[in-house]
């Protein structure tokens, strides 16, 4: 499957997803689905380089016929969003790849990404 295999219903829930999670913690978002160049975290750095705000910006790599998930964040996000919760959301979606939903799958990690990296609200009290 490649992003041009998706139905127009299913880009727009993906697009609907993404909005919902850049609303949610104030980054951005891009997915990438379709075949990797060479070397797929070089090539997954690469697109992410590109995007506009890439400080700013979460990008999921997903090749389908490699059976591939990647994801790169912008500095600014890392200080938000830990390895560990990246890789929640990989299993998560690798789970509902298994299981024959796709854009499911996709929504589902978008979603945990934007919740794990949203700033946490703290309360200071006066000493």
């Known amino acids: 499957m490649a992003a041009g295999d998706l139905s127009s219903r299913d880009?727009?829930?993906l697009d609907k997803a993404i909005r919902a999670a850049?609303?949610?913690c104030r980054f951005e978002f891009s997915v990438f689905i379709g075949a990797t160049e060479g070397d797929a975290r070089a090539y997954a750095r690469r697109l992410h380089a590109s995007l506009v705000a890439p400080t700013h910006s979460v990008l999921?790599?997903?090749d389908p016929?490699?059976?591939l998930i990647d994801i790169v964040t912008g500095t600014a996000v890392r200080r938000h969003l830990t390895?560990?919760?990246v890789e929640l959301s990989i299993?998560?979606?690798q789970t509902d790849f298994v299981a024959g939903d796709f854009v499911g799958g996709l929504k589902r990690g978008i979603?945990?990404?934007a919740e794990h990296a949203r700033p946490q609200n703290t309360l200071h009290a006066g000493v």
């Open 11 to 13: 880009r727009a829930e």
């Open 22 to 24: 850049e609303q949610s």
């Open 60 to 62: 999921v790599m997903v």
């Open 65 to 67: 016929a490699a059976r």
């Open 83 to 85: 390895d560990r919760e």
């Open 91 to 93: 299993l998560a979606m």
């Open 111 to 113: 979603s945990m990404l």
